[in-house]
């Protein structure tokens, strides 16, 4: 059984012709809805974090012309895709020379030290009027709230896992969004995205851990208000125009 409510199958990987998809289940498909909404076909866009290509090769079979940036060029598949080495050490910016339509920007954010330096970087390699889409872990989702009801710590952010994978700069929609404002950028949209069911019942083990997390969700779910559904978030920002 899966839908919103309850989830009894284990989530599996997902892949894009062959290339595996680091995303929650539907985030990819959620994150293609955004730009056929706002973005125009054959814009230039550029996918920064681009991984080994899934996202990209999805946005390039919609009519997008798209470049990607990533710090390891040895993981990139789709050789008819321009591919840009990201420079750690330099930021974005300094890693491409021109100006972009569009920008994707996919579970990347939380694992940079600078969240504002990225939105800065990012504000300044698209053209006035063009759309910032990112995503980020949702950690106002209402298991998150009773994950750090029991420990402390929110969803997607355990030092002994995540952070073996580089995620470390948890960021509300709040200060997503007065991050962005400060910079300049407009936030068009803030919604939930991914897949996170209110009772899930092979997330997590042992089964009393279980349990009791499931309990706290179901007790918190009704009462929470704000962003508390998604495994993560996606914000529509755009660069207004001048």
């Not at 996202?55 to 990533?70: E, I, M, P």
């Amino acid at each position: 059984m899966r839908n919103w409510l309850i989830n009894t199958e284990k989530k599996e990987l997902e892949y894009y012709q062959g290339m595996l998809m680091h995303a929650d289940t539907g985030l990819h498909e959620q994150a293609a809805e955004l730009f056929r909404r706002y973005v125009p076909v054959k814009s230039e866009v550029i996918d920064i974090g681009a991984g080994a290509g899934a996202f990209s090769q999805r946005l390039h079979d919609l009519g997008y012309a798209v470049t990607a940036l990533d710090v390891d060029p040895e993981k990139w598949l789709p050789a008819h895709i321009p591919f840009s080495v990201l420079n750690l050490d330099k930021g974005i910016a300094a890693s491409i020379d021109r100006t972009y339509d569009a920008i994707c920007c996919l579970e990347v954010i939380e694992h940079v030290e600078n969240p504002w330096q990225l939105l800065r970087d990012a504000f300044s390699i698209l053209r006035p009027g063009g759309y910032l889409i990112l995503s980020t872990p949702n950690i106002s989702s209402f298991f998150s709230r009773a994950l750090f009801l029991r420990t402390g710590r929110f969803h997607q952010f355990d030092f002994h896992y995540d952070l073996s994978y580089g995620h470390i700069n948890p960021i509300s929609a709040p200060e997503m969004e007065h991050a962005a404002t400060q910079i300049g950028w407009r936030v068009v949209e803030v919604r939930e995205g991914g897949y996170l069911p209110v009772l899930d019942f092979t997330f997590l083990k042992p089964m009393i851990r279980n349990i009791a997390l499931n309990l706290l969700s179901g007790v918190i779910y009704p009462i929470a208000k704000g962003h508390k559904r998604g495994w993560c978030l996606f914000f529509v920002l755009q660069k207004p125009d001048r």
